[in-house]
């Protein structure tokens, strides 16, 4: 079992892969023989309680997750998750959703059309009131919880995208709304309330939900009022202390009051000052889409110098959301209203000189690497610059569905297309995660950096106009269709639909930090389809790609470059097959494939020998023999290549070792 093309590999022994395939295969047979069964009630509080607070203690204590595979060689152990059984979050409004209790649960089955609310399951014990703790595993965490009356208990877990804003979701509330429940067994068999995807379950903040919660009264304008400020001076608060989900909520709820007809009638800059000020805590927050519409919906348009000071506030939060967003041109007209009110506003300045180099950027293609990489580093991995993209245009190919063509000529050397990654997980940062997964749908284990599918997920559901740009991408799964939904709740974002697309179209950046493990998505590259004849080359300056064609480009032409460009014909066929979920067939595999298994065995040992000498060697003043052993070394593999067949194709082989030569310097 191999990992990314990173270098890390990741073996497991066979005994290994085949406890997972049959761990997750029992599951799925308990499960089919189960379906639609009546759920059987738990024991006693006492022993549900007793059970989380065990499972809790041997988690902290770093005890084995019943969830992890063991590598091979003792080395430690890695998530292993069961991926191919997908199915579609719930986008009906909670609104839409009629109750029910743990009573009315069903085995297997996903409750459709109906919700679920919950508690942190509670215990008086002895002078004190104790609440379920939250096991947290590396990959899942769940809790024990009870009806809203306390009579039934049951367990609920959230997989994988366990975390908002840094914190386990399940910490930060006791108070839960589980839209359309699924209902099923874990893998060792115990039943279990699963949450798959964020948006299904509903955090009632404690704070808000405590009777706290602004109820303005339509028909008494003062009451309202009151409610409304009593929220805005609860975020003011919550935001001091930077508790900034808490202060968030509060503001959410302040606006559901000031924008009713009566307090908008009679104190309109009411929503103004919660609207400003939630613009405020989204960006610390970085819910871009919310903080610009928030920070436009604040503006007064009034001339006395306070507003003026509160529009100019609000340009600039309208102009750093739009910046952050990539909108350039938008945070651009932010910005110069925000100097036209404080003409002396150095900030403004700054970021408006800041997007004129990104306009020319986006514009031109010409980027000033030399300053891009000295500002880089392993604490700041991710450039400060805007994607050059106009060369290229996506459209239908042959064959392959989509793929991305050039829109001009291009020379040979020239930029193709600078791409600054949608989301990168780097190595090195924390929340770096790789699991092994095993789909049911091919019987296949795979390396997978879960951690990207959970970046991507949490950047959808904080700026939701992103959605539609990667659902567009191919995946497996296609869910039910649609680009993106959202509900008065919030948006929806189907998380099997995203690991199948991150799955098809992640990126390895290299190790340009001493780190292993890290992968990208960058949407426009997505669509470059494959060939080992490529005609455009990618490398990376942190989270920018530069892709540069190889040869003369015509306009029209389609863009391809190599997603495996290993020169061993078998290694290659079974990583694009394993990865990718296709057969080369371009020329060169053609003519690759045509060679006797001996033949390609011998070129293999032989660039294998390359390899070798090229790590080994320094290419600067070299002794004319090591010059003379290369060029033999060159002719060597040369020679293991039919001159008819192979004429006008590459020789990955001899690739590296040619490489060498041609930078090679004789000794004096």
């Known amino acids: 079992m191999t990992s990314q093309n990173d270098g890390n590999t990741i073996f497991l022994t066979e005994q290994e892969a085949e406890r997972i395939r049959n761990t997750v295969k029992d599951r799925l047979k308990k499960c089919s023989e189960t379906v639609g069964h009546s759920r059987e009630p738990r024991g006693s509080k006492e022993d549900a309680y007793r059970q989380a607070t065990g499972a809790s203690l041997m988690a902290d204590m770093g005890a084995p997750d019943a969830d992890s595979a063991q590598t091979q060689g003792g080395g430690g152990t890695i998530p292993a998750l069961a991926v191919g059984q997908p199915y579609p979050p719930c986008v ?31 215990m008086k014990l002895e002078n004190s009131v104790k609440r379920s703790p939250v096991v947290a595993l590396v990959a899942r965490s769940w809790i024990m919880v009870q009806d809203e009356d306390g009579e039934d208990i049951e367990r609920l877990e959230v997989c994988l995208h366990k975390t908002r804003y840094g914190k386990d979701v399940l910490e930060t509330a006791s108070l839960f709304v589980i839209k359309e429940p699924y209902f099923t067994l874990t893998d060792q068999g115990e039943a279990t309330l699963r949450i798959d995807h964020p948006s299904d379950l509903i955090i009632c903040q404690d704070k808000v939900a405590n009777g706290s919660e602004a109820k303005g009264n ?40 000031a924008k009713q007809d009566v307090v908008s009638d009679s104190n309109p800059d009411l929503a103004r000052d919660l609207s400003r000020n939630r613009a405020h805590v989204n960006l ?147 929340e770096a995660l790789t699991a092994m997964t ?98 455009v080359k990618k490398e990376y300056v942190g989270d920018l790609m530069v892709l540069r064609a190889t040869r003369p480009v015509a306009a029209g032409e389609e863009l391809f470059h190599s997603y495996n460009e290993s020169s061993d014909y078998d290694a290659r066929q079974t990583a694009l097959t394993t990865t990718w979920g296709f057969n080369c067939d371009c020329a060169l595999c053609a003519a690759e494939k045509a060679d006797d ?53 590459p020789r990955l082989a001899s690739r590296r070792i040619q490489e060498w030569l041609a930078l090679a310097t004789p000794r004096r």
């Open 92 to 122: 009906l409004p909670l609104q839409d959703l009629q109750p029910m209790k743990l009573a009315d649960l069903k085995m297997d089955t996903h409750h459709r059309g109906r919700r679920l609310t919950v508690k942190r399951l509670t």
């Open 218 to 257: 339509a028909e008494d304008v003062t009451a309202a009022e009151k409610a409304a400020t009593a929220c805005k001076n609860e975020g003011n608060a919550a935001l001091e202390k930077q508790d900034f989900p808490l202060a968030h909520a509060k503001y959410t709820e302040g606006l559901r009051v």
């Open 284 to 430: 610390l927050l970085n819910q871009l889409d919310e903080a610009k519409s928030d920070a436009i919906a604040s503006l007064t348009g009034r001339e006395d110098p306070r507003s003026k000071d509160l529009d100019s506030k609000a340009y600039f939060r309208a102009g750093s959301a739009a910046y952050n967003l990539g909108q350039y041109k938008d945070a651009k007209s932010f910005f110069n209203e925000q100097l036209k009110l404080t003409p002396e506003n150095k900030t403004a300045v700054a970021y408006l000189r800041n997007i004129e180099a990104r306009l020319r950027e986006q514009e031109t293609g010409v980027y000033n690497f030399k300053k891009i990489k000295a500002g880089l580093s392993r604490s700041s991995p991710r450039v400060g610059a805007a994607s050059f993209v106009s060369n290229t245009e996506v459209k239908d190919s042959p064959r392959r569905g989509r793929g991305l063509y050039a829109t001009r000529d291009i020379p040979a050397g020239e930029i193709t297309m600078c791409e600054k990654a949608f989301c990168v997980v780097w190595g090195h940062e924390s």
């Open 438 to 535: 095993y789909d049911v749908r091919d019987d296949k284990i795979r390396v997978s950096p879960v951690s990207l599918s959970k970046s991507i997920v949490q950047k959808l559901l904080t700026n939701p106009s992103q959605i539609e740009k990667v659902m567009d991408l191919y995946g497996d799964y296609q869910g039910d269709g649609s680009k993106g939904t959202e509900t008065e709740d919030g948006p929806v974002v189907d998380t099997f639909r995203v690991h199948d697309i991150m799955s098809r179209n992640a990126f390895g950046p290299g190790s340009q930090f001493g780190e292993g493990g890290s992968t990208g998505l960058w949407i426009r590259a997505a669509y470059i389809n494959h060939s080992c004849i490529a005609n």
């Open 597 to 649: 298994a001996a033949k390609r065995e011998k070129r293999r040992k032989l660039a294998s020998e390359a390899e070798t000498f090229v790590e080994r060697e320094p290419w600067t003043n070299v002794k004319r023999l090591t010059i003379s052993k290369a060029k033999q070394l060159a002719r060597s593999i040369e020679d293991t290549y039919d001159a008819e067949r192979y004429k006008g194709l």
